[in-house]
């Protein structure tokens, strides 16, 4: 009898982040980027496409009250992913550990990095007009594949070595902080406006 099965799963949570004035937050992107000094002086120093806060605004969710409500649900979301995780949590918590800003103009791109020191991270989406990149997941064993063929273009979306995802406004997206991702070249004439985060245990 043939048995084939999946091992080492990478799972990824998508939901709708909750009751969110979607209006709201992007006028409180747009109006935080304008007043961050020390941000744009990072991103012209660093050479990063449009804008984030990741440099320079530590304390959002105490400066802004749409901010607070984020981390309320977020709070709420990565208790439902640890759970699925099946994470041992010793009594400790999952808490977060920073959330910032980004503003991706057309032709920005955030190149493949992963999230050092955090256990959950993820994104959720704050304008995504159309032509907005999707976010790019790397298969973690990329790097061990050696000698093995390609796959087929319509394989199954568990073998693929990248997966797309393309989030609506609204939604959240969250996976384990050692997975590899990126975004790709915004090809809209409009800004790409999401907020990203950690989650650290302590």
């Avoid at 006028?27 to 002086?41: F, H, K, L, M, P």
């Avoid at 990063?48 to 802004?64: E, M, Q």
């Avoid at 010793?90 to 020191?117: F, M, Q």
């Avoid at 959240?172 to 050692?178: A, D, G």
Wanted: with cysteine; charged share 25%; glycine share 4%.
């Amino acid at each position: 009898m043939t048995n084939i099965r999946s091992l080492f799963a990478t799972r990824l949570y998508q939901a709708k982040l909750g009751p969110i004035d979607a209006d709201e937050l992007e006028t409180s992107c747009y109006s935080i980027a304008e007043d961050d000094e020390a941000g744009q002086d990072w991103c012209e120093a660093n050479d990063f496409p449009g804008y984030t806060s990741y440099a320079s605004l530590t304390d959002l969710p105490w400066r802004f009250p749409i901010f607070a409500d984020i981390v309320t649900a977020l709070d709420q979301h990565v208790a439902a992913f640890a759970a699925d995780l099946e994470f041992e949590l010793d009594d400790r918590k999952l808490v977060l550990e920073d959330i910032w800003i980004n503003i991706l103009p057309e032709g920005g791109i955030h190149t493949s990095h992963i999230h050092p020191h955090s256990v959950i991270s993820g994104t959720t989406y704050v304008k995504m007009p159309e032509g907005a990149s999707a976010l790019k997941l790397e298969d973690p064993r990329s790097q061990m594949m050696m000698a093995a063929p390609s796959r087929k273009k319509d394989c199954r979306e568990e073998l693929k070595q990248f997966v797309y995802v393309r989030p609506a406004v609204g939604d959240v997206l969250l996976w384990e902080s050692w997975l590899r991702h990126e975004v790709p070249m915004n090809m809209s004439e409009d800004d790409r406006i999401s907020v990203s985060f950690n989650y650290k245990w302590e």
